[in-house]
């Protein structure tokens, strides 16, 4: 079980870059798939992206494909979204996730497959 916690978020223009850090903490970080959420006020969480546990694998919401990158450094045991190109809909709070399970991918998007999650960070994009 990993703890995990995420910083990076603030309030930024239109336009702007930003990176999310999400640092873990606790046994197995190098072995889980790893994700980011986020939910904007009034709506339901929504996936964002996920690596696996190598990096070798990687999945991003069409929509955000073209400016949002994950990364993650297994050594740092810290899991990255570079933003780009920041637009008012991307204003939510963002969570990271670790899957249930070692070595394992399967759906990535779906949030019942994560069993650890950290507790948001803001992002506030404005026009």
């Known amino acids: 079980q990993v703890q995990l916690v995420e910083s990076g978020g603030r309030l930024v223009q239109a336009g702007d870059s930003l990176r999310l850090s999400c640092a873990a903490s606790?046994?197995?970080?190098?072995?889980?798939?790893m994700a980011w959420f986020r939910q904007a006020p009034g709506k339901e969480r929504q996936f964002v992206a996920a690596?696996?546990?190598?990096?070798?694998?990687?999945s991003i919401l069409d929509s955000v494909k073209e400016r949002f990158t994950v990364s993650r450094d297994n050594a740092k045991n810290t899991l990255y979204l570079q933003m780009d190109s920041l637009e008012p809909e991307d204003t939510a709070v963002y969570y990271c996730?670790?899957?249930?399970?070692?070595?394992?991918?399967?759906?990535?998007?779906?949030?019942?497959?994560?069993?650890?999650w950290g507790q948001g960070t803001q992002v506030t994009v404005s026009s």
């Open positions: 690596i696996s546990w190598n990096g070798g694998s990687t």
């Open positions: 996730a670790s899957h249930r399970r070692n070595y394992a991918y399967g759906q990535p998007a779906r949030s019942a497959e994560y069993g650890s």
């Open positions: 606790g046994r197995g970080f190098s072995t889980l798939t």
